[in-house]
């Protein structure tokens, strides 16, 4: 069962994340507002939430279950792929359609078809290691987690924890620096925040994220307030351990979110929000471009846009393909144990 406080703190994070790209395209990070300072500075944050936050969910949601490894991939494909596939082709068209709309991208065949498959390349717009989609460059972290958490569903619950972390040391800062893959794409130590997630989703199967509510209050001002100040250091340090403290914070405070099925709904439409609001808030840009409207004028209606879209896509896009696929699959049925080893 999802923790709605889980999904509470995940609509949020997607939301900051809209608010930190909206400052990037309309004001290229130039702000002289606080509020629009923290977008700009602090906004990325999100991801590193999202990180945390997947570590948690894919440890709880095995742990009482016997997956094949193959099962397991299954299911995540299933549930992630189609949004992310149809998102990125609607993007293709819109710049085959309107390229004036988003300048900054050039199409290439071989691009477009490492960006569907997950794997990580310079993007032709010269800008970096990202897929078409640009914030798909988080999934291509979530895609590899998703692959090394399979190989450790081979081994016992109680040591899965260890396989991951040897997993992403070898793979992240062995394998792929000496095969000089993706750019270094991969040796980025935000990798270690799902880790973070794995050890919240332990302490809460033993029954340990239990506390007075004053304890994870505080706990959750102390991480704001790391965030806000910052420091010189690695960012699985400074935004990875307070996005760990906000998540284990919200996990304690799960009992007082009972039955806040309005907030449940926003954590549900938050991957669709993450995946459509780019695209909005360029058509939101274009507008800005050729009207000389404020863009504060338009944000609210690119917001309404990303909300309503994002119900919509997650209803029919991502709920849809996900029951199709599952029974498409073979995946309705019980759940296929698989070979322990110990």
Not at 226 to 250: K, M, N, Q
Request: charged residues 15%; glycine residues 8%; proline residues 5%.
């Amino acid at each position: 069962m999802m923790l709605i406080s889980v999904q509470a703190l995940r609509a949020l994070a997607a939301w900051v994340v809209v608010g930190h790209h909206f400052i990037q395209l309309f004001f290229n990070f130039e702000v002289d507002t606080p509020v629009a300072y923290l977008f700009a500075d602090k906004g990325g944050i999100g991801v590193d939430v999202f990180f945390v936050i997947s570590g948690l969910v894919i440890f709880l949601a095995t742990a009482d279950k016997a997956l094949t490894p193959w099962r397991f991939l299954l299911m995540r494909l299933a549930r992630i792929v189609p949004a992310y596939w149809f998102y990125t082709l609607l993007l293709a068209l819109l710049v085959v359609a309107l390229p004036s709309m988003i300048p900054e991208i050039q199409l290439e065949p071989s691009h477009i078809l490492m960006s569907m498959l997950f794997i990580p390349a310079e993007n032709p717009g010269g800008y970096g290691v990202y897929p078409l989609l640009d914030v798909g460059w988080s999934l291509n972290f979530e895609m590899l987690f998703y692959a090394l958490f399979a190989v450790a569903l081979l081994v016992r619950g109680s040591y899965r924890l260890w396989v991951m972390a040897l997993l992403l040391y070898l793979v992240c800062y062995i394998v792929a620096p000496a095969l000089d893959f993706a750019d270094g794409f991969y040796r980025n130590d935000m990798v270690f925040e799902f880790l973070m997630g794995i050890v919240i989703g332990m302490l809460y199967r033993r029954g340990l994220c239990r506390a007075p509510a004053w304890l994870p209050l505080l706990g959750i001002a102390g991480a704001l307030a790391a965030i806000w100040h910052g420091a010189d250091v690695p960012r699985a340090l400074e935004w990875g351990v307070p996005s760990a403290v906000l998540v284990i914070s919200c996990v304690t405070l799960e009992p007082y979110f009972k039955g806040a099925r309005f907030l449940k709904a926003l954590g549900d439409c938050s991957y669709s929000v993450y995946l459509l609001h780019v695209l909005v808030l360029c058509a939101g840009r274009w507008v800005v471009q050729r009207t000389g409207m404020d863009p504060y004028v338009i944000l609210p209606f690119c917001l309404l846009v990303t909300a309503f879209g994002a119900f919509l896509s997650y209803e029919w896009l991502e709920k849809g393909t996900y029951r199709r696929l599952k029974h498409w699959l073979g995946l309705d049925g019980p759940t296929v144990l698989s070979r322990q080893k110990y």
